[in-house]
């Protein structure tokens, strides 16, 4: 598909990596303009290199999403240079998978810090820009983890199903100013989260973790893993106008992991 997004203007938290990443160079391809949020500031700016290589203006914002006011301070920001934005892709998150008995209570709070409350920080920032102008799209990530909530993964699955009830409900807040609000669960892609993932399963042993992996794409009914782009097709069909009465929706992009 080709999008056309000339003029846009988009935020992608979690955009110095992985689906984030993805997601705002696509918005790049398609016209718009991107604001990269990410925790570290080395990919931040490398993502917006590669935003301007394509000939879009790019913001690289370093940025620790569980801080409300470094999240106000950002759509400050992007309000400042370019007077408004238009498509918000919230993409930070952490998965820290452990026997919830054996999880730090530390982890426990970062996962929730970052997934739950950085997500809604976002949208509560972003919604009061776009509903008084009557325009805007939010897409947020939760998870197949959200549906298929398998051990060790009580809490991140938690913080991703928080996701999809606040996508539901933030999408008819605004259902009437013309603001969609909808949200992506990915499957099994291997983003550098994942590498994380297999870090914390498998370990240093190589075999181990290709062996972990193909027990988790083998759950997949095609037996094969995603690539960031598949998500970010999504992301960037909700953004058009064919999409405008797509709101509210979680929508699994998982090769039919979930139903």
Excluded: H
């Amino acid at each position: 598909m080709e999008f056309n997004f000339v003029g846009k203007k988009a935020l992608v938290t979690g955009g110095g990596s992985g689906l984030g990443r993805e997601c705002a160079l696509l918005f790049a391809k398609g016209g718009a303009d991107v604001l990269i949020a990410d925790l570290k500031p080395e990919r931040c700016e490398a993502v917006a290199n590669e935003v301007r290589a394509l000939g879009r203006n790019a913001i690289a914002y370093a940025i620790d999403v569980t801080d409300y006011n470094q999240v106000e301070a950002m759509y400050k920001k992007i309000v400042e240079e370019w007077g408004t934005v238009d498509f918000v892709v919230n993409s930070a998150g952490v998965c820290l998978t452990e026997d919830l008995t054996a999880q730090s209570v530390n982890d426990i709070d970062l996962s929730i810090d970052v997934n739950i409350k950085g997500t809604i920080y976002s949208c509560r920032e972003a919604l009061a820009i776009m509903r008084p102008k009557k325009y805007g799209k939010i897409v947020n990530m939760s998870s197949i983890a959200a549906k298929a909530c398998l051990g060790g993964f009580s809490v991140y699955s938690a913080t991703k199903a928080a996701v999809l009830a606040a996508t539901a409900s933030l999408g008819r807040e605004a259902a009437l100013d013309n603001v969609t609000v909808n949200c992506i669960c990915p499957g099994i892609i291997k983003t550098s989260m994942w590498e994380e993932i297999l870090d914390q399963l498998a370990g240093d042993d190589q075999a181990e973790r290709d062996k972990v992996w193909a027990e988790w794409t083998a759950g997949t009914p095609n037996g094969k893993p995603q690539d960031p782009i598949d998500i970010a097709n999504m992301v960037a069909f909700l953004c058009t106008e064919e999409a405008r009465y797509i709101t509210s929706q979680n929508i699994g992009v998982d090769g039919g992991y979930t139903f």
